[in-house]
Structures are given as structure tokens and as C-alpha cells.
């Protein structure tokens, strides 16, 4: 294979930002270009902040025009985000393009209906859904998952904007209202009780090898990620039933690089797939500090070609507990920067620059610690520090 330098990224949001961050701090030598949506007389986006990065701009991510000049920019171009036009990138790959992971893999995932259907087509364990439409259609969904149940919108949606939970007493209006009038792009799924919420990050290199990252635990707040702890604090055997799901689903897709995969631990003690992303993920920041080589760097390795690096916890802690940092309010973040250490543990505050919205992720904080209360603690020490800046 010809040597890869030239690295595009569609998306050009926090996650293109922390891989160009981690290109340059491992001097991987890639040059690296990002397809984003704004405008050169805008602000620079989170990941063009980065030295070194190249931004090029898109009517938006389904911009054929600026996709193709991406791609033909670059030796392999990967995405930062699924909601991409998967079908352009099709027909540059058949036209001998590189592209990771696969653009098929992104029309699966990019629709959650599609996606869970090719995993249940697998054999692989989710959650009971149906797709339905209207308020009859809902009645059926009922009938068929239970009263209570979760409506999503199929695609577009990210941090829980496109879900609903619709309690046993909810009328069809008040779902029409959240997701517009005759929507198409519904579908259902039966409440989970579960006892916790796991992801598995995995990384796949060109030859098919695939790494995983210790599972971790995910606590959602109003369904966006808020808290991630490293590793999860469970028995030996379901970490192990984790792990291998998590490597069963990244092998149901292909492609190069990192894939995370989200799961239910329910309260009969299944373990059972959320949702796949076929990209660097929220669940793995805490890698940054936390692992010996991060998910940002091994995506960039898998998809240039280059060995994989170890995927094991730092020695010297056992926990680490990743903290989002959102705006609470319209406005500029005021600059000052938490470098704080510890005597007993540490604490990395990641800015995105980003402007401040009400409920945008802008930030997050790892804390590394050598046992889980500890670095539970002090990421809530962290969080009231940071509070007032958010
Ligand atoms: P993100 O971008 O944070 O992954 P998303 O928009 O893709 O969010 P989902 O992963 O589908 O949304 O759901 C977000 C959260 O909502 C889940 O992590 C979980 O806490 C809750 N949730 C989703 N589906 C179900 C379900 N079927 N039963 C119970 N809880 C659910
Ligand atoms: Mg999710």
C-alpha cells in the first residue's frame, strides 16, 4: 500500500478536534485536512483551532461538490460524524478512493431502523422495536412493546434529540408535537430496565485485527452521556460477555478504525446493543489520559496503516471517571483554564472551543485516580469548580 500522510475528516466538531490534537502530540506526521459548514469568515471550528489543520468548507456534510474535493485531497478521508452523504462517499471508494470505515458500514448505522435490523439479521441481542407510523400505528407499537416505550427518529438525531420517552399516559399528539406532523422516520423500541448502561470502544487496523478498550459504564442524564467510568465496575464474567459482544457487533460492519458500541446491562443480567457509532466516541475521551495509547490516536493508526498501539489502562491508576462539561447559557466561555493537580490523582479539564448553548457538550474533564471513589470524588470537586464557568 502507497504511504498515507494526507488525512480527511468530514465533521470538523470536538471529536476531528481531540484527533488532530492527538496526530500532533504522538507526531504521527499526518496532514491533516477537515470538510466542516461554516464559513472562512466565521469563526474557526473546534478542530481547525488545531495547528497544522486544514479546513475546507460544505453547504453541508451531503455536499457532493465539497465531499469529492475532500476525498480527492486526501490519501484516505474518515468522518467524525455518521450523519454524512454515505452514497457520495459509495461511489468515490468504487472509484478507488479510501475510505474508512466503510460507507456502507455508515449507511447501516446512519439510520437507527436500518441499524438495529442488521444487527437482530446477525443474531446480535437489541432491544424489542417496531417501526410505525400515526397514532394507530402507535397503538399497535403498544400493543406489541409494551405501554410505556421509547419513540426515535430513524436518523439525524445525536445526544438524545431525537428521542422521546413516551410514558403509558402519553397521547399521540404530544409525539406528533416533538417530531413534526405525518413524520416518516419513526420507530419504537421497548423500555429497557437496566441496571447500567456499558460502551465497548474497539479499533480495527487494515489487516482486520480488532482491539478493544476495557468496557466502561455510561450515566446518561435527560438522554445526552454525562458521566463515563473507566472500567465499569462489573463482575469479571459480564465484562467479558461486554467485551466479546462488543468485538461480535464492530465485526458485523467493516472497515478501518474506531467503532464504539453502546449497550444495556438490564436487570435480568443481559447485555443487550443500544446503538453502534462508527466513529471515535464520547465513552472512549477518558482514553486520552486513561489509556496507554487513546482512541484518537488508534483510529488515526488503523486508518493510515500503521500498527496499532496498546489499548490497556496507564499503569499507576485503576479508575478513571470522564466528566461532560455543558453550557448552561447562551455566551463565551470567559477563557480561564482548571489546570488543577492533586496530590492522590489527576485532573484534565479538554476545552472544544466552542461557544456556549444551553445543553452543547463544550468540554469535558478526565480525572485518573487510584480506585473509583476517589476519582468519583474528585470529579465532582471538578464539576462545582467548573460549574460556574459554564
Ligand atoms: P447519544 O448521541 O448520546 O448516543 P442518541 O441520540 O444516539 O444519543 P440513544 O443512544 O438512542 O440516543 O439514546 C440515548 C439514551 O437514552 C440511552 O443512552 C439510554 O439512556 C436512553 N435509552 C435509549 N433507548 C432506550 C430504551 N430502549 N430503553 C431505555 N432507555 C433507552
Ligand atoms: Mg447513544
Not at 460524524?81 to 468515490?92: F, G, I, K, R, W
Not at 436518523?155 to 406532523?181: C, H, I, Q
Not at 485503576?318 to 493537580?341: C, H, S, Y
Amino acid at each position: 500500500m502507497s504511504e498515507i500522510t494526507r488525512v480527511g475528516i468530514v465533521g470538523d466538531g470536538q471529536l476531528g478536534r481531540m484527533l488532530a490534537e492527538a496526530n500532533n502530540a504522538a507526531s504521527l506526521g499526518l496532514e491533516i485536512t477537515v470538510l466542516g459548514t461554516g464559513s472562512p469568515d466565521g469563526p474557526k471550528s473546534p478542530a481547525a483551532q488545531i495547528p497544522g489543520v486544514r479546513q475546507i468548507y460544505g453547504e453541508s456534510l451531503y455536499d457532493e461538490e465539497a465531499l469529492t474535493r475532500l476525498v480527492e485531497l486526501n490519501d484516505v478521508t474518515t468522518i467524525e460524524v455518521e450523519h454524512v452523504d454515505a452514497v457520495t462517499l459509495y461511489n468515490l471508494r468504487n472509484d478507488g478512493h479510501n475510505i474508512q470505515p466503510s460507507p456502507e458500514s455508515l449507511f447501516t448505522i446512519q439510520n437507527k431502523y436500518r441499524q438495529k435490523k442488521h444487527l437482530e439479521d446477525r443474531g446480535l441481542p437489541v432491544a424489542r422495536y417496531t417501526g410505525f407510523r400515526g397514532a394507530v400505528g402507535l397503538a399497535h407499537a403498544r400493543a406489541y412493546l409494551g405501554q410505556a416505550l421509547m419513540v426515535k427518529s430513524a436518523t439525524g438525531a445525536y445526544d438524545g434529540r431525537g428521542n422521546l420517552l413516551v410514558p403509558a399516559n402519553m397521547e399521540w399528539a404530544s409525539v406528533e408535537e416533538k417530531f413534526g406532523k405525518d413524520n416518516p422516520n419513526l420507530y419504537a423500541e421497548g423500555l429497557v430496565s437496566f441496571q447500567r448502561e456499558l460502551s465497548v470502544v474497539g479499533v480495527r487496523d487494515m489487516a482486520g485485527r480488532i482491539a478493544t478498550y476495557p468496557v466502561v459504564q455510561t450515566i446518561h442524564q435527560d438522554n445526552i452521556c454525562h458521566t463515563v467510568l473507566a472500567p465499569a465496575e462489573i463482575g469479571s464474567r459480564a465484562a467479558r460477555e461486554a467485551e466479546d459482544l462488543g468485538r461480535a457487533t464492530i465485526e458485523a460492519f467493516d472497515g478501518a478504525g474506531v467503532f464504539a458500541v453502546e449497550m444495556f446491562h438490564d436487570e435480568d443480567d443481559r447485555i443487550l446493543i443500544n446503538e453502534v457509532a462508527p466513529r471515535v466516541h464520547n465513552s472512549g475521551h477518558w482514553t486520552i489520559e486513561g489509556a496507554e495509547t487513546s482512541q484518537f490516536e488508534n483510529h488515526l493508526r488503523a486508518i493510515a496503516g500503521l500498527p496499532l498501539g496498546s489499548t490497556q489502562m496507564v499503569s499507576g491508576y485503576d479508575a478513571a471517571v470522564m466528566v461532560n462539561l455543558l453550557g448552561t447559557r447562551t455566551g463565551e466561555l470567559d477563557g480561564r483554564i482548571v489546570t488543577d493537580m492533586r496530590v492522590d490523582g489527576m485532573l484534565y479539564p479538554h476545552w472544544y472551543g466552542k461557544t456556549l448553548r444551553p445543553a452543547r457538550k463544550v468540554g469535558h474533564v478526565t480525572v485518573l485516580a487510584a480506585n473509583m471513589p476517589a476519582a468519583e470524588d474528585m470529579a465532582e470537586v471538578a464539576l462545582e469548580e467548573l460549574e460556574d464557568l459554564l
